[in-house]
């Protein structure tokens, strides 16, 4: 069973990038992976949201340097989802770009400034087990 969290090491490319989209969310996911790394952000982190959450397939966690690293990076990202057919992206967060969130719809993208990615630690959130239900007496 594949772990619910996947990193990839900054300046490596992910394995076997799809040639092209074909309206895949994994597919989806590994290309955004790919720009991500383009666009130099560190600690890239992918979450299955499966079982987890509606709101989404994957959530994809990223880091940059700077306000104008973020500022690009989210930039660089919409431009390419754009160009691949997802022109009606949600973003939130370019007014600051301390942490801005990019919603596709099926995958949603943080990319945060390091302190600002430590203090809200989304991957624990999101990585931890659902607690048992407990019966009730």
């Not at 490596?12 to 790919?34: C, M, R, V, W, Y």
């Not at 959130?125 to 239900?133: E, L, N, S, V």
Request: proline share 6%.
């Amino acid at each position: 069973m594949p772990s619910a969290l996947e990193r990839t090491p900054s300046g490596a490319t992910p394995a076997e990038l799809p040639s092209d989209f074909d309206g895949n969310t994994a597919a989806l996911t590994d290309k955004i992976l790919h720009w991500l790394d383009e666009a130099k952000a560190e600690q890239l982190v992918k979450i299955d949201l499966a079982g987890k959450s509606p709101m989404g397939d994957f959530m994809v966690i990223a880091s940059g340097n700077t306000t104008r690293h973020v500022g690009a990076i989210a930039d660089l990202l919409q431009r390419k989802l754009k160009a691949e057919g997802h022109g009606r992206v949600r973003v939130e967060g370019n007014d600051t770009c301390d942490w801005v969130l990019i919603d596709t719809g099926d995958v949603i993208v943080h990319v945060f400034r390091p302190e600002v990615r430590d203090f809200y630690n989304l991957e624990k959130m999101w990585t931890a087990d659902r607690p048992a239900d407990t019966p009730q007496h």
